[in-house]
């Protein structure tokens, strides 16, 4: 059976001139690759032509910001899979899609960047008061024993994720965590056993870092459905294996198993990511 299945749009980031091929399953095969996994264990379950976004990075006063060029236009197949990646880019999936698609698997993984975005006349903006609502709602949708992992940035809701956080812990069922990613910092995970900040011991100045988080949750979910690792496990021996990727190195599976490049801080209870 197929490790990883990703339901996500391709992608191409344009800065001045260059285009640069990006998207969920993308760098989900660049992870695997890492580890010495064959590409043929990540499936991508888009069909037909044209299931790409285009996205412009513009700076200005200071930062840079996103602008949709050109909209995706995708359809979907559902493909075997131990585990599920769901990361809309900008709109490419239906609410109703995704509530058909994450119904197929137990081990589930949805990266809520592409529907919190919003399209303000092609300028990206970020709906930041849905969070809480969208993780209530897609926790309904999931079979009791389901395993579920809720992705959020920093860059999309701010530093208030405690709405996200009150969602997943009334769902008391399965396995739930929200993993909020927080760029050099690191990443919080929420969970039952309270919270997590896993930070990477290297922190690489000047270097392209597209994708971490895509790379970042394509291995937590190896964690989970290809060994069996408990979810905190899972997250800080995939940072490991991201910062290994950030510093340039092709192979980075002995960073994956050892985790050695990610240190590891627990907390009782709800802890705000201004507060790490």
Known sequence: M???????????????????????????????????????SVAWA???????????YVEGFGRKSLRLVSRPRCTWSIRPGAAVLVSPVAGEMSVDELARIVLHYSIVGVDLQGLLRLDAGGDIVYGRGTAGFLVEWLLSLLEPAATAIVKLSIDDVGYSV??????????????????????????LLYY??????????????????????????????????????SVDRAVCKALSAVTCMLGGRGDCSEAYVSGRLAEASYFSGFREPALV
């Not at 996200?164 to 990443?187: D, H, P, Y």
């Open 46 to 56: 888009a069909e037909g032509e044209g299931c790409e976004t285009v996205f412009a």
């Open 192 to 229: 039952s056993e309270g919270t997590l900040h896993c930070r990477p011991r290297i922190v690489y100045g000047g270097v392209d870092t597209r994708g971490a988080g895509d790379m970042l949750m394509a291995l937590t979910l190896y964690g989970l459905a290809g060994e069996g690792a």
């Open 2 to 40: 197929m490790l990883l299945v990703v339901y996500s749009a391709g992608a191409v980031d344009v800065h001045g001139d260059r285009r640069l091929s990006g998207g969920p399953y993308y760098f989900a095969v660049k992870a695997y690759r890492s580890l010495g996994l064959d590409e043929t």
């Open 162 to 187: 405690l709405e996200a956080g009150n969602a997943l812990s009334s769902w008391r069922e399965g396995t739930a965590a929200l993993l909020v990613t927080m760029g050099e910092k690191g990443a």
